[in-house]
């Protein structure tokens, strides 16, 4: 099936096309159909199926479509962290570029003025994490009262993160004739009676996600500093036989950084991330598919939908927030029964977020001590990461939660 086949609109087509997708993931192919219907849906999909763009292809079609009469905000995606937040965003940026549905997110820790303005403007699509969204709705500056679509993104790590109530309170400003859209990787039966309260006669889908080759992936770890980084990974590329090599940086100055580090040692090497051109960013990816790129350097983001069957190597240069992402990365290699290696490396600022991705993964990554250029702090000392129960790393990526499954 392509995207052909699910009667998209050709701004979205052509923003899909400029994305590189031309195949529906297999909870896009479901969903799709049932949200352009106006169905609420039931979705069990864990981060990495595609179901943002399940989701957000959809809704931007369905905003197109209904050029609506009503202003305000029409669509509300309610997500439980800042970094879901954004990459949500982020995809209703890409998905959407050629239409002019306008979106915003907004999400604690920062100032609010931004978002504010932001708001005030007026936006069709606010994706929000729930602390923040109550907190600009009780200062009036949001009005739900004008809601089409209410998407409840990741509801068991909503759970997880204590924000039932929270939810609760959103549940309360939202209108009762809406679409709602839920999503969550289990559906635990504490998680099923939120559904319950939110969705009417909704669509189920669920996805088993692909197995992958995960635990074919040779992973290895480097305790190292911030600045010796560049260092470390020229000596890396300059030692090991490494063909080809996806480079994973937090930020988009990083990855143009790394690249002119890169090419000061006479390492070819370039950047893909946002604010390189269409055009840039296509020429960097054929050269790296075709072999006259040796290393590709991207955010997470630019590297969506790289899909590359023989790459031999994939560099965690920053660790990265959300550890499922980490899981998302090392998966770029060992594809296609091909082996795979991931290194990683991880600062003295990054210790909390190897924890969370040793939690996730159910393993300690195996740790290279010898190499020239050693963390200056100490790294902790090798305990067992806090696990329930060890699983092979496949399983872990998709069902971290299985024991919640029903
Ligand atoms: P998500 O589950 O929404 O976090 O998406 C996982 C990754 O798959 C992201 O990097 C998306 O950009 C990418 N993706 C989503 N849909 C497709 C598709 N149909 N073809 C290729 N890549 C996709």
């Known amino acids: 099936m392509s995207f052909k086949n699910l009667n998209l609109i050709e701004p979205v087509m052509k923003a899909l096309t400029a994305e590189g997708y031309t195949i529906p993931t297999p909870i896009q192919q479901q969903a799709i159909p049932y949200i352009l219907e106006g169905r609420d849906l039931q979705g069990c999909a864990q981060t990495g199926t595609g179901k943002t763009a399940a989701f957000a292809i959809p809704i931007i079609q369905l905003l197109q479509q209904h050029k609506q009469q009503r202003s305000g905000i029409k669509v509300l995606v309610l997500t439980p962290t800042r970094e879901l937040a954004i990459q949500i965003d982020e995809s209703f940026a890409a998905y959407g570029r050629f239409t002019p549905v306008r979106h915003t997110v907004i999400f604690g820790g920062v100032s609010q003025l931004h978002q504010t303005n932001a708001l005030r403007k007026g936006v069709d699509v606010l994706i929000a994490t729930p602390g923040r969204l109550l907190d600009l709705i009780g200062q009036g500056y949001?009005?739900?009262?004008?809601?089409?679509?209410?998407?409840?993104?990741?509801?068991?790590?909503?759970?997880?993160?204590?924000?039932?109530?929270?939810?609760?309170?959103?549940?309360?400003?939202?209108?009762?004739?809406?679409?709602?859209?839920?999503?969550?990787?289990?559906?635990?039966?504490?998680?099923?009676?939120?559904?319950?309260?939110?969705?009417?006669?909704?669509?189920?889908?669920?996805?088993?996600?692909?197995?992958?080759?995960?635990?074919?992936?040779?992973?290895?770890?480097?305790?190292?500093?911030?600045?010796?980084?560049?260092?470390?990974?020229?000596?890396?590329?300059?030692?090991?036989?490494?063909?080809?090599?996806?480079?994973?940086?937090?930020?988009?100055?990083?990855?143009?950084?790394?690249?002119?580090?890169?090419?000061?040692?006479?390492?070819?090497?370039?950047?893909?991330?946002?604010?390189?051109?269409?055009?840039?960013?296509?020429?960097?990816?054929?050269?790296?598919?075709?072999?006259?790129?040796?290393?590709?350097?991207?955010t997470d983001i630019a590297a969506r939908g790289i899909d590359i069957d023989e790459l031999t190597h994939v560099f965690n240069y920053d660790l990265p927030d959300v550890p499922e992402t980490y899981v998302h990365r090392i998966g770029r290699t060992g594809r296609a029964g091909n082996a795979g290696t991931a290194i990683a490396f991880c600062d003295s600022e990054e210790r909390d977020e190897l924890r969370a991705i040793e939690r996730l993964i159910g393993i300690k990554v195996p740790v290279i001590e010898a190499h020239p250029f050693p963390s200056l702090v100490s790294p902790p000392s090798p305990k067992p990461p806090v696990t329930e129960k060890k699983r092979p790393v496949n399983q872990q990526r998709y069902k971290p939660k299985a024991r919640m499954m029903r």
């Open 142 to 298: 949001i009005d739900l009262r004008s809601l089409g679509i209410f998407v409840l993104d990741e509801a068991d790590r909503m759970l997880d993160m204590g924000f039932i109530h929270d939810v609760k309170k959103v549940m309360t400003h939202l209108p009762a004739k809406r679409q709602t859209l839920f999503f969550s990787a289990t559906m635990a039966p504490e998680i099923q009676k939120l559904a319950n309260a939110l969705l009417v006669h909704p669509a189920k889908v669920e996805v088993t996600p692909p197995s992958t080759t995960v635990e074919k992936i040779e992973q290895s770890l480097y305790h190292t500093n911030k600045n010796d980084k560049p260092g470390l990974l020229i000596h890396l590329l300059e030692q090991e036989d490494i063909r080809n090599a996806l480079v994973f940086t937090r930020t988009k100055h990083g990855a143009d950084k790394v690249v002119k580090l890169l090419l000061r040692a006479n390492i070819q090497a370039a950047a893909i991330h946002g604010n390189k051109s269409q055009n840039a960013r296509q020429a960097a990816l054929n050269n790296f598919k075709n072999g006259n790129l040796r290393i590709l350097v991207a």
